[in-house]
């Protein structure tokens, strides 16, 4: 008998899908005729986001990029959740060492005793950030990892954390790109055109996105988002609507 291969499983298969997606036409086949990608971030005003806690001068459009000032540490989520979906942004920051993030599949609150939210974060740090907190090298842009007590499996493991295994971002004042892929639990990050980092098995696989301010200016563009049929997510596993 001639050795078979086992199928792909399903968090595998959608992750290739995703990635036809970033190379090629949505297919026509039946229940994907309507999949394409769609501003995130209108680049003329905040509208489809939702300030929580941060404050009017916190974030600031002009000429189709969204400044974030950093302050007050907060975060601005997105009007509505987001279960399966490619997550496109670019950003770049203004400072040395400026820190700030994206939280997916969120909460979309506030802690009690913590300005951010129970989440998935997708880290965004500046080249200099290690330096100045006298940190680890291996705390760089990129990280992945669960906040506030949510749960989730690095691939590469720094404690709870998945770092990035290949540096590839640029310093301050200088755009990049991440490319942020969430299927079923499962989350990968590409960094300026190549994936480095990755987490399965999130504790939540559906919630809202979160933009982060984090006490440093940063920028950001291009945002837009295709989203990917459901799967089986649980009550358990969806973030508590925020009204």
């Known amino acids: 008998m001639k050795n ?44 489809g986001w939702v300030d929580v806690n941060t404050s009017k001068e916190t974030w600031k459009v ?18 509505r959740q987001y279960e399966n979906f490619i997550l496109e942004v670019e950003w770049k920051h203004m400072e040395a060492g400026g820190n700030s993030g994206i939280f997916v599949w969120s909460e979309g609150t506030p802690q009690e005793h913590d300005p951010l939210t129970k989440a998935i974060e997708v880290q965004m740090l500046e080249l200099d950030y290690a330096r100045q907190h006298n940190a680890t090298d291996d705390y760089v842009h ?60 999130s504790e939540r696989k559906k919630g809202y996105i979160c933009l982060e301010a984090e006490g440093a200016e ?18 358990e596993q969806t973030a508590p609507l925020v009204n």
């Not at 968090?11 to 086949?29: D, E, H, Q, S």
């Not at 940063?218 to 009550?235: D, K, Q, Y």
């Open 4 to 47: 078979i291969r086992p199928l792909p499983s399903l968090p595998a298969l959608l992750m290739l899908l995703a990635l036809f997606f970033l190379n090629g036409p949505a297919p026509r086949a039946q229940g994907f005729e309507m999949l394409s990608f769609k501003p995130l971030f209108n680049g003329k005003n905040l509208d």
């Open 62 to 79: 002009k000429n189709g990029t969204l400044i974030c000032s950093g302050k007050p540490i907060g975060v601005m989520r997105s009007d």
């Open 142 to 201: 990129g990280e992945l990892f669960p906040t506030m007590g949510m749960t989730a499996v690095p691939d590469n493991p720094r404690g709870i954390r998945s770092k990035s295994i290949e540096k590839r971002c640029k310093g301050k004042g200088e755009w990049n790109k991440y490319v942020v892929v969430c299927v079923d639990g499962t989350v990968k990050l590409s960094v300026n055109g190549k994936f480095v980092n990755g987490l399965r098995g």
């Open 218 to 235: 940063i920028h950001f563009r291009n945002m837009r988002i295709l989203e990917l049929p459901s799967g089986v997510t649980s009550a």
